[in-house]
């Protein structure tokens, strides 16, 4: 069984561009990418859609939302951390 290969998002657009702004055809581009001609065919349709490629870059809103809360609970967890060794120096210093 062979795993499916996964394109960047800037590979994807990268070959879009051959077919739509320099005149490549999709059968000439996909060869010279060494992919199949019916995964490019998919990507640019895919890239006339609002919210292309999302799993490689462009996210919801909720998951904006939802990875930026991520960070911020990790940075807390961080400073907690800190301040707990803090308060432990601190105590024995003062004894």
Request: hydrophobic fraction near 35%; glycine fraction near 4%; proline fraction near 1%.
């Amino acid at each position: 069984m062979t795993t499916r290969k996964k394109y960047t998002k800037e590979f994807k657009l990268d070959a879009i561009s051959l077919v739509l702004d320099q005149g490549y055809t999709r059968a000439e581009a996909a060869n010279s990418l060494e992919i199949s001609p019916q995964i490019l065919g998919r990507w640019i349709k895919e890239s006339q859609q609002e919210q292309a490629f999302r799993g490689n870059g462009k996210m919801t809103e909720e998951q904006a939302k939802i990875k930026k809360l991520e960070a911020r609970v990790k940075q807390l967890e961080m400073e907690k951390e800190i301040l707990k060794k803090a308060t432990v120096f601190f105590a024995k210093e003062t004894k």
